[in-house]
Every structure is written in C-alpha cells, then in structure tokens.
C-alpha cells in the first residue's frame, strides 16, 4: 500500500458547484497533512495543512481530516474556473520529510 | 516570502553526461528535499537533507547524488544520465520543526537525449 493515495480523477465540476477531492493514508504516515495545488507547468503551492480530526475552512476550501479512518479531504466550494489544476495530498512521514499522492486533476467548466 | 529558485528551468542533456541540478533557498530553512514528477506517478523523493554535509535516501536515489555543502544550497547530481531520467525535478525546502510546509522552487524540466 502506498503511504498516500488519492482517487486519481480527473474530476470535472461545473462553475459554481462543490468539487470533493479525496486521499487516504497508511499508518506510516504521522498525523500532519497539506493539500497543495499545482497549475500546469508550474510547482506546487501550499493551500491548506491540517493536524488536527475534524474540518478546517479558509475561504471557499475546507479541509477535513479523519483520523479513525485515515481520510483526509479538500472541499472547494464555489468552484471557479480558475481552481483547475492539479490537488496533491501530502502526508508527514518519519521526522523530516513528506509522502505526496499522485494528485488528482480538477477541471472546472464555466 | 519563501524563495526557493533551481539553477535551470530546460535542459537538453545526452546519455552519459554529468547533469548538476542546483537549488538556493532564502529562508534559513534546515531540510531541503529533491524530488521528481512523472505523469501518473505524483512527486517522488529521491534524497533530503536535514543538515549541511547530511543527506538521507529518498524512495528513488539509484542513480542520483546529492551535494550539501552550504546551508542554502543543495545539488543535485546525476553521475551519467540515462533517458529514463528525464523528468521535471522539484527542490522544496521547509523549517526544523517536525513536517513542516515544504517551499517549492519553480522546477527544472530534463530531457536526456
């Protein structure tokens, strides 16, 4: 098992609508967690960490963590043609160093 | 602001060459990371360091090297590249205190011919 998977999409959300985006971990992963967003060609950019169970809200994202069942999600809502892009989800792992997902790619269509 | 910055955005290397990527950040950060990103397989680490002259092994490191001799300053090294090398190469950086955000710089896209 990979320590991060995400449901690999693409995901494709009307203008306006909730898009979800998805990621489970492995027990190697501690209990730190970030969801990056990466536009194409570009590098990723951090939109939200999260440590602690329950939701976290900045602005339109929400990020969710449960650590029962080892899920972490990000809700955009409100989605804007310019929230697509590539969503990683990243796990802390060991001391020093982080676990990404694959990423899931997110087009949202006006 | 955080700035990390890598020495090349393309290369064009052959099978063979010694390829140095390089990668500075402002921040004072301690770790500083090296990863790779293929389509369909994320971002991939290779090697981190956590201190000068210290590096640790990442899940890829077979055919890479890595260089900390400054604190700001963190190489990359392929010894003799190979086409399965070519990829887009992330540095990041982030703080001592457990996990925190790591900083990307902006990527260095390698085409090994």
């Known amino acids: 098992q990979k320590e991060v998977e995400q449901n690999s999409g693409p995901l494709s959300v009307p203008e306006g609508a909730i898009a979800s985006l998805n990621c489970t971990y492995s027990d190697r992963v501690s209990q730190s967690f970030f969801w990056y967003r990466q536009y194409s060609g570009k590098s990723p950019e951090l939109i939200m960490s999260?440590?602690?169970?329950g939701d976290k809200e900045d602005g339109r994202f929400t990020a969710q963590l449960n650590k029962a069942s080892q899920y972490v999600s990000l809700l955009i809502r409100d989605s804007q043609p310019s929230d697509s892009a590539t969503y990683l989800c990243a796990g802390g792992y060991n001391n020093n160093d982080m676990r990404f997902g694959a990423g899931t790619r997110l087009t949202v269509k006006p | 602001d955080v700035k990390v910055t890598q020495s090349s955005r393309y290369l064009v290397k052959r099978t063979g060459e010694k390829v140095f990527l390089e990668c500075v950040q402002d921040?004072?950060?301690?770790?500083m990371f090296w990863y790779r990103q293929d389509p369909g397989l994320g971002l991939r680490l290779i090697y981190f360091?956590?201190?000068?002259?210290?590096?640790e092994k990442g899940d890829i490191p077979e055919g890479y090297s890595v260089s900390r001799e400054k604190k700001e300053r963190f190489s990359l090294i392929l010894e003799s590249a190979s086409t399965n090398q070519t990829s887009m190469y992330l540095c990041a950086s982030s703080g001592l205190a457990v996990q925190e955000t790591q900083y990307f710089g902006p990527g260095t896209r390698l085409l090994v011919l």
């Open positions: 999260i440590y602690s169970n």
């Open positions: 360091s956590y201190d000068v002259k210290m590096k």
């Open positions: 921040m004072d950060h301690e770790n």
